[in-house]
């Protein structure tokens, strides 16, 4: 284990290996030319990274016609890099800077395939203070009457404990310092929210828009202010 712990290290720890896994963090599958550009090298040196993050099996590969599409080989990968992020030092920020702006990345982004930043840690919060999700062993389960909740919000909870992934955990948020949901439920939480137009993706950025109908539908559910 401590071997396989310090080569897995090694592997993350090279800047343009990093910047690759930071990149596919966005939830989508990305070309080796894409994925170069991104990381900022020749194809083929991304070549020669690539082989060694799937030797790891910390990334897959799925061909489609004349392309192939890289990603996380499971979603725990993306569970441990946010973990990771979190042991980056904070930088100082006045008072006022930290509570009048919040860069759109900070405020509300995708952690993977769940909603993060403030807006995904005060929907967790809502979650928890509704008693919908209640917090033990720090872990995170649903309750009786959350089950109810999730059901009459259009969420099969049934269909999610078949998937072949975590149900539900918290996640610990990198800018926020404080949990948000990921597994099963977050996901399916955060496609719900797309699907409805609540929310909206950014192109080529993890930054996600909260529309007007988002910031009433927010408020009726979880309390949020936008």
Known sequence: MEDQFIKTASLIGDPTRALILWTLMDGRAFTATELAVSANTSPQNISMHLGKLLDA??????????????????????????AMANIVPKPAVSLKNKTENYPPIKFC??????????IGVALTDSLLEQKIVVEKNNAFEISKEGEK???????????????KRIFLKPCLDWSERRNHIAGSVGTLLFNKMIKEDWLRKTVNSRAITITGKGEKELFKYFKIVV
Do not use: M, P
């Open 109 to 118: 982004r995708t952690c993977y395939d769940h909603l993060a930043g403030k």
């Open 149 to 163: 909740w999730f059901s009459d919000f259009g969420i099969n909870l049934e269909e999610a404990q078949k998937q």
């Open 57 to 82: 099996d910390l990334l897959c590969v799925e061909k489609q016609g004349r392309h192939k599409y890289y990603r996380f080989s499971n979603k725990e990968v993306a569970y441990a890099l946010e």
